[in-house]
């Protein structure tokens, strides 16, 4: 059964202070694992694919990190603009998407 | 990317009514895909529509309640059929191009069925 857990359910930040957001899931027939951010009253906007444990990717505050069972999307310095629901999913064939229950991201400013 | 519109943006229906999403891309795309979003929830697939054939559906959704369809590789349509106040939910459209698993979303429709 396709699983995805995302941990924790809500982070609350100071500006400047640095995190993690956690991600794990079922490895099994896993295509791609994909992060996106999501704000109130929008769709989810995509923000990378890993395939690859050891892979990692970044953009901007954002740096994304693959391994064999887990990912993690770490915060550097965060922004007031950066609050916002944070969704992990994996990819199986098919190009279907599993989610997780995302993170509630919150910076104080 | 793609640029990915949905109509209507949000609707209140009365129970036992149907509503039909549209859904909108500005170039051919391979795949796409219809996901619910509950109340604080995360997002659910419901089906894949399949261009010329009939809808893909997950475990838990049947053709009967959510009818889709897809005409051609920029269009498809949701249909929430004899909707109750359980069908309140954000119904989101996405797409992946060309070869790659990425999957990009549109802004959702908002239902609330009273």
């Known amino acids: 059964e396709d699983q995805v857990t995302q941990s924790p359910e809500a982070l609350r930040l100071q500006e400047g202070e640095s995190s993690s957001l956690n991600c794990s899931y079922t490895?099994?027939?896993?295509?791609?694992l994909f992060w996106y951010r999501q704000d109130p009253g929008k769709g989810p906007e995509f923000l990378f694919t890993l395939y690859s444990a050891g892979e990692e990717k970044e953009k901007e505050r954002l740096k994304a990190t693959l391994t064999k069972k887990e990912s993690f999307l770490h915060i550097t310095a965060p922004k007031p603009e950066d609050s916002a629901t944070y969704l992990c999913a994996r990819g199986t064939s098919y190009g279907k998407l599993t989610f997780g229950q995302g993170t509630i991201l919150t910076v104080h400013p | 990317s793609a640029v990915i519109s949905q109509k209507p943006s949000r609707d209140i229906c009365q129970r036992g009514t149907s509503l039909t999403i549209q859904c909108q891309v500005d170039s051919q795309v391979t795949m796409m895909f219809w996901y619910r979003q509950q109340p604080g929830q995360s997002l659910t697939l419901i089906a894949t529509?399949?261009?010329?054939?009939?809808?893909?559906?997950e475990s838990g959704f049947v053709i009967d309640k959510f009818p889709i369809s897809r005409p051609n590789l920029t269009f498809s349509t949701l249909t929430v059929s004899n909707m109750s106040p359980e069908d309140s939910s954000i119904y989101l459209c996405s797409v992946s191009v060309a070869d790659t698993d990425t999957q990009y979303f549109g802004p959702g429709t908002r239902l609330t069925v009273l």
């Open positions: 529509a399949n261009q010329g054939s009939e809808a893909t559906y």
């Open positions: 490895v099994s027939g896993l295509r791609g």
